[in-house]
């Protein structure tokens, strides 16, 4: 009789569990949740950074894509070096970059990065 209550515990403990979790993916986006817990300045192991050099930190509306599908912010900023280097600005004086960490699309055929690391 015990055994059969223990058992009986344990399966509805598991079906809560299940819903649980179900309930907390369909409610928004647990991935990005997650990172944000452990890894809030940089790029979680399942996110990609996207590197954005502006030649001219005064006027915003000139960039150009660094590098894409970059692993980590370090990486992000040697890629954004390189490519201050070539612009004939290796101390990043007039120049200006972001790191924009993990790109989570959302309901309405847009998204949002979790986070961007400036200078």
């Known amino acids: 009789m015990m055994q059969f209550m223990r058992g009986r515990m344990a399966r ?9 979790v179900l309930a907390w993916a369909s409610l928004g986006a647990p991935q990005e949740w997650f990172a944000n817990q452990f890894w809030p300045g940089d790029a979680a ?3 990609k950074v996207t590197a ?11 960039f150009k894509f660094a590098g894409e599908n970059i ?3 370090e990486k992000c900023r ?8 070539a612009n004939n600005d290796p101390q990043l004086e007039r120049g ?7 790109f989570y699309s959302s309901n309405d055929h847009t998204g949002h990065y979790r986070l961007k690391i400036t200078p």
Request: net charge negative.
């Open 71 to 73: 692993e980590n912010a």
């Open 52 to 62: 954005v050099y502006y030649p001219d930190k005064s006027d915003r509306t000139v």
């Open 45 to 47: 192991p399942w996110e």
């Open 96 to 102: 200006t970059y972001e790191c924009a960490v993990g």
């Open 78 to 85: 040697d890629v954004i070096m390189k490519q201050a280097a």
């Open 12 to 20: 509805r403990l598991l079906a809560v569990g299940i819903i649980a």
